[in-house]
C-alpha cells in the first residue's frame, strides 16, 4: 500500500540499522573459531540487503509518519527483526523455523523463554547473539532509532508514543523526543557497564559477565548455562543480580532524572517507585518464611537467600533461575508469577500491566466503594500530586479487561490443544508477562522445546501482545485500522 510508503522506507533503514547488530557476534565467531562464521555472514549479507532494497525502493516517499503509521511500525519492527534474527540459529543449529523464531521472539521482548537445551555446549558467537537481542529489545529498537532517524528526514513522535509502555505516555523528559531516547540510552548503557564489570567482579568470567548484564539489564533471563544462576551457586553474584533486577524493574525516566539532576529526589517522587521495592521486599520475606516453616530448606538464612533471587528475578519478568522453584510448595512460584503482572514500574524493562495501572485500578476500585457508600462524594484519583484524567482511567480499566481476556483466552486454547491446565495458564501468564518460565512442563528446569509448532505460536502471540501492550498490536489487527 502506497500509503503506508514511508513506514516501509523507515523499516528499511531499521533492517539495516538492526542488521550491525549482527557484526558483534561475527567478529566474536571469527575471534574464537567457534564454526558459526558462515552462519553470521549469510545472516547479515541477506539482513543488509533486504533493508536496502526496502529503502530503496521507497526511498522517495518522504513525510512525517502520524499516529496510525507509528502504530504499523512498531508492530513491523517487533514481528519482521526477529525473523532476520533467527537465521543464525537456523543454519547453526538447525532447528525449525518456528523455534528459531520463538527464541528470537522470546529475546527481543525480554521474554527469557528458550527452546534450546545443552546451552553451555551452544557455540560463543550464539550465545552472545541470544543475549544481544535482550539488551536491545530491553529499551526497545524503536527507541534507538528515532534518536538517529531524524537524521534521515524521519521524525519519531509518533513511534515513541507507540512503543513506549505506561498509561503516562506523553510525559517528557526533555524537549525533543530524540533528546529523550538519546538521554535513555545514555543511561541505560551506562548502568549496563557498571552492571557487567560488578558481575566481573564477583567471580564471573568476561564472556558470562557480558551476557548476562545484556539479560539482566533487559529483564530477558536468558543464561549461557543450562542451570543458569544455578551454575554459579554464589550468594555475592545472585545479590549482584539482585541489585540490578530492581534498578532495570524501575522507571528508566526516574533513573534519567536522578542521574540528570545528580539527586535521588526523583524515586521519592516517583509513586511507582516505593510499591514496587515494598510489595518486593513483603513477598521475599513471606516466601523465605513459607518455604522455610514447610521444610524445603534448614534454616531461615538460606530460605532467605533463594526466595530472594528468584522472587525478585520472576516479579521483575526476568525469568533467572538459582534453583528449580517449581519443587516449592505451589503457592510460592504462583505468588511469584503473579507479582510479574502488575510489579515492574512503567518505563522499564519489565513486563505486565505495570505497577502505575495497577496503582490505578486499585485507586478506582476504591472509589467506587466510597461512591457505593457515599453516592454525592466528589473523590479525585491522585498519583503522586497528579489527577488522574477520566481518558487515562478509561484507557486502564479497558487495558485491565483486555489483559484478562487474552490470558484466559490464549490459556483455554493450549487446554484445547491437549496441555495440561497448570501448564497451559503458567505458560501464558509467563508469555503475557514477558517473564519466561512457567511451571509444569515448562517449569524453571525444563524449556518451551516440548511444545508443538501450534502451542509454540500461540505463545509467540503471547509473548508480541504483551511487548506491544496489547492495544499496539490489536489495534494494528482491526479491519478498521486499513480503511482509508
Known sequence: MTRFAPVYRALGMIIMLFGLTMLAPLILSYVVNDGAQTAYDEAFALTMLSGAFLWYRYRRCKRELNIRDGFLMVVLVWTVLPAFAAIPLMIQLGISHTDAYFETVSGLTTTGATVLSN????????????????????????????????????????????????????????????????????????????????????????????????????????????????????????????????????????????VHGRSIRPYFNDPEAGWFIGVTLLSIFCVAVYIWKDGIYPDLDTAMRHAAFNVVSIATTTGYASVDFAQWPIFAPLWMLFLSSFVTSAGSTGGGIKMMRALLLYKQVFRELLRAMHPNAVYN??????????????????????????????????????????????????????????????????????????????????????????????????????RK
Open 381 to 482: 484519583i491522585r498519583i503522586g500530586a497528579q489527577v488522574a484524567p477520566q481518558s487515562v482511567l478509561f484507557a486502564v480499566l479497558s487495558f485491565g479487561f483486555m489483559y484478562m481476556v487474552s490470558i484466559v483466552s490464549l490459556t483455554l486454547v493450549l487446554a484445547f490443544t491437549g496441555l495440561d491446565i497448570i501448564s497451559a495458564f503458567t505458560a501464558i501468564v509467563a508469555s503475557v508477562n514477558n517473564t519466561g518460565p512457567g511451571l509444569g512442563v515448562v517449569g524453571p528446569s525444563t524449556t518451551y522445546e516440548v511444545l508443538g509448532d501450534f502451542q509454540t505460536w500461540v505463545c509467540i502471540f503471547g509473548m508480541l501482545l504483551g511487548r506491544l501492550e496489547i492495544f499496539t498490536l490489536l489495534v494494528v489487527l482491526t479491519p478498521a485500522f486499513w
Open 119 to 258: 546451552i553451555d555446549q551452544l557455540p560463543m558467537s550464539i550465545n552472545l547473539w541470544r543475549h544481544q537481542l535482550v539488551w536491545v529489545g530491553g529499551m526497545g529498537l524503536i527507541v534507538l532509532a528515532i534518536a538517529i532517524l531524524p537524521l534521515l528526514g524521519i521524525g519519531g513522535r509518533q513511534m515513541f508514543k507507540a512503543e513506549t509502555p505506561g498509561p503516562m505516555k506523553d510525559a517528557k523528559m526533555t524537549p525533543r523526543i530524540a533528546e529523550t531516547a538519546k538521554g535513555l540510552w545514555l543511561v541505560y548503557f551506562g548502568v549496563t557497564v557498571a552492571c557487567m564489570l560488578t558481575f566481573h567482579w564477583a567471580g564471573m568470567n568476561w564472556f558470562d559477565a557480558v551476557c548476562h548484564t545484556f539479560s539482566t539489564m533487559g529483564l530477558g533471563g536468558f543464561s549461557t548455562h543450562d542451570a543458569s544462576f544455578g551454575y554459579f551457586n554464589s550468594p555475592t553474584i545472585e545479590f549482584v543480580a539482585i541489585v540490578f533486577m530492581l534498578i532495570a524493574g524501575m522507571n528508566f525516566g526516574t533513573l534519567f532524572l536522578a
